[in-house]
């Protein structure tokens, strides 16, 4: 924490401020205000911006207009402190790249794209950045501690760094349907004679009951510059009070490797999941997940994912479940700084096609679901609300006993979670979720609730 202190204190110091943009007092350009009054860009304002600490202000207003203004040595410099600031630190070394070139005798802007750098996990240009400063430039003696430790920074992040965590949680909560029972008393049928209703046994109505969760996991991650070696092996057993035919053991093995190219991320993982049910073994499953995090130029943050499972089913009489299921995500999120209410707002939407082994009943599946979520801050903790919908679609009749209907079911789901670290190792959160299934068969209305309650703890 003091190292993360310092580091702050420092990059405060090196030369945010604009006002400090020529240390060696290199000649300024003197067409600077000439360009400045033609285009309208406002100097001035942005340094009010910079000094009552509004970078996310700043950030917005100098973003949309950086085509338009790229030839303005100091817009180029201040979008870059104010991307650094609000941690684009892509955007911010692009920005300043620009600002080098154009003003080479502004010291600011080399120690801030070295910053940038550094942030970017760019160890080699972040080391010639420094270099070019420190040979250019008569560097006063609070620049030359911060050179010090950013030095240091660089040096370590290129050693290799291994870090190994263990945790254990605990959870309590109520689950209003787990045997995920329908919500019709009465199921229509179809025969050559005819259709007819037939009324639904106790076992298949929804069955409350209370749990608990026990879960442990061990990772190990692996840091040598931009790249990011991860493993885990977690363990997760839910024990109902009475509804023990569904107690489950889940167990997940596997890892990956993560890729930070210049603020592009690329995750490649690949795990092994077995699922005990009531002691035996129920499923198996093989994933691999491919997940990209783009830099685009907006303010909007953007993750791809791309997922394959093989699920295979241990007992005979859910063999026909065995599925080859592909999975396409994108989540978009926004940063909504300046609102006390509200601190992230993002999408989410989904494509799934569930290829059946085995002719399960109904075939292939396909799916879609949207999904949008609000982040807000609340009592020193994190309050995330979504509501999501998706469509499940059979690609044949589910059966014989109910003619020749394709199953079609709609899903909504609202949710509410809210975290807070309690001290640097313990973790608590609450959820409370509603599901409300909704199909032209009836015998898949289901609604349930879950509320829960988990804390965590790391060493």
Same mark, same amino acid.
């Given at each position: ?21 020529? !240390? ?57 402190? &104010?991307?650094?600031?609000?941690? &684009? ?106 259709? #007819? ?12 009951? @209370?749990?608990?969760?026990?879960? &442990? ?8 510059? &931009? ?18 035919? @569904? ?158 209907? !394709? ?51 790391? #060493?």
């Amino acid at each position: 924490m003091l190292k993360r202190l310092i580091f702050i204190l420092l990059l405060f110091v090196s030369g945010i401020n604009s006002a400090n943009a020529d !240390i060696a007092g290199g000649p300024s350009n003197p067409d600077v205000k000439k360009v400045v009054a033609r285009t309208g860009y406002d100097p001035e304002l942005v340094q009010v911006w910079f000094q009552q600490g509004h970078w996310w202000q700043a950030y917005r207003t100098l973003l949309p207009l950086e085509v338009r203004y790229s030839e303005v040595p100091s817009f180029n410099y201040d979008l870059g402190v &104010a991307a650094l600031k609000v941690g &684009a630190y892509a955007r911010a070394a692009n920005a300043l790249e620009r600002a080098v070139l154009q003003q080479p005798r502004h010291a600011g802007a080399y120690l801030d794209l070295a910053i940038a750098f550094i942030m970017l996990k760019d160890y080699r240009s972040a080391s010639e950045r420094i270099d070019q400063l420190e040979q250019r430039f008569r560097l006063p003696p609070k620049i030359e501690q911060a050179i010090l430790y950013y030095r240091k920074l660089i040096e370590d992040g290129k050693k290799p760094s291994t870090r190994w965590q263990r945790s254990i949680n605990a959870m309590a909560g109520y689950n209003s349907n787990v045997n995920n029972g329908t919500d019709a008393s009465l199921i229509e049928f179809i025969s050559d004679n005819g259709s #007819f209703q037939i009324p639904l046994s106790e076992d298949s109505k929804p069955q409350g009951d @209370f749990f608990i969760d026990l879960g &442990a996991r061990f990772s190990v991650d692996r840091v040598h510059e &931009a790249s990011h070696w991860h493993g885990s092996v977690s363990a997760q057993l839910r024990e109902y009070s009475k509804q023990n035919d @569904f107690d489950t053991l889940t167990v997940f093995t596997g890892g990956g490797l993560s890729r930070n190219l210049r603020g592009d991320v690329w995750d490649f993982s690949l795990y092994h999941a077995r699922v005990l049910l009531d002691d035996s073994l129920y499923q198996t499953a093989v994933m691999g997940i491919v997940r990209y995090s783009p830099t685009y130029d907006s303010l909007w943050n953007w993750q791809w994912q791309y997922r394959f499972s093989d699920e295979k089913y241990d007992e005979l009489d859910d063999q026909d479940n065995d599925a080859k299921i592909h999975d396409l995500n994108v989540v978009i999120s926004h940063p909504l700084n300046g609102l006390s209410l509200f601190k992230r707002l993002g999408f989410s939407l989904s494509y799934s096609f569930d290829q059946s082994l085995n002719n399960r009943a109904g075939g292939d599946q396909q799916s879609w679901e949207a999904e949008t979520f609000v982040d807000s801050p609340l009592n020193s903790g994190l309050l995330r609300t979504s509501l999501s919908f998706q469509r499940e679609e059979d690609s044949s009749p589910y059966s014989p006993s109910f003619g020749s209907t !394709i199953r079609k079911t709609d899903k909504f789901l609202l949710k509410s979670r809210y975290q807070r670290q309690l001290d640097e190792n313990l973790d608590w959160e609450l959820e409370a979720r509603v599901q409300v299934n909704s199909s032209n068969l009836e015998l898949f209305d289901t609604t349930s609730a879950e509320l829960r309650s988990r804390i965590s703890y790391r #060493f």
